[in-house]
């Protein structure tokens, strides 16, 4: 069952003779229970279909559905509170509020849906415990290495126990060792039959994580390979 489908989806920047097609009737689908990769080179188009598949950029054609929701028929009001319920997040650069501890950090998702305070960290908590940061939980950002605030950042993506969760080069940043070991959390505890993860990345040593890649150029998706053959690209 798709999470996203995508048809015919167009995406243009600018207008007139200077106008740039971005997304070029791009057919898209994520599944529920999988881990999606989509890889391509620069420019492709990968991390602004990540974003009008997130609500955070409007298409210009095709359909949208995401979590059977008409993402072209919703307000902005009602896409920032459809994001906010239901698709995490994880950045290549962390996002991380510097004057907050971690704890602090992954209780965000839960205060901006209204939860209060102190259900919220002790929620956070036990996620940072999951993740391996029970320590950790009360360092801020600055005390903590790369791969520790990548957890952390993981943690406040799946906090709200979202459906969808969005990564963008979650492993750029890190070493082998510390990407490898990311992703095999996100693979733990990001997928479930409720949920799809889709992963934009250029690093091809985490490929064997994945259930399908869609490999992207000029704005279109032009191959799906599935887990056998994700298995021989790794």
């Known amino acids: ?81 459809f994001r906010r319920q239901n698709i995490g997040f994880l950045f290549q650069q962390y996002n991380l509020l ?50 520790q605030q990548q957890r952390v950042a993981l943690a406040r993506a799946l906090v709200h126990n979202p459906k969808l969760v969005i990564c963008d080069e979650p492993t750029a940043a890190l070493d082998h060792k510390t990407g490898d070991a990311v992703m095999a959390l996100l693979a733990e505890h990001a997928l479930n039959p409720e949920r799809a993860v889709v992963v934009v990345t250029h690093d091809t040593r985490v490929l064997e994580f994945g259930d399908r890649i869609a490999y992207m150029d000029d704005g279109r998706i032009t191959q799906i390979e599935e887990r056998a053959a994700v298995a021989e690209v790794s």
């Open 1 to 81: 069952m798709n999470a996203v489908e995508t048809r015919g989806i167009k995406k243009y920047f600018g207008s007139g003779e200077t106008r740039v097609e971005a997304l070029r009737e791009t057919d898209f689908d994520a599944r529920f229970g999988e881990l999606t990769f989509v890889v391509g080179p620069s420019g492709s188009g990968k991390t602004t279909l990540l974003s009008v598949v997130a609500g955070l950029l409007d298409h210009d054609e095709g359909s949208l559905h995401v979590l059977d929701a008409d993402m072209g028929a919703l307000s902005n009001a009602e896409r920032l509170r």
């Open 98 to 147: 510097p004057a907050l501890t971690a704890v602090e950090n992954v209780a965000v998702p839960l205060i901006a849906n209204g939860i209060p305070r102190r259900p919220a960290e002790e929620r956070a908590a036990t996620l940072l415990e999951t993740v391996g940061l029970g320590p950790r939980m009360q360092a801020v950002p600055s005390e903590l290495s790369g791969g």
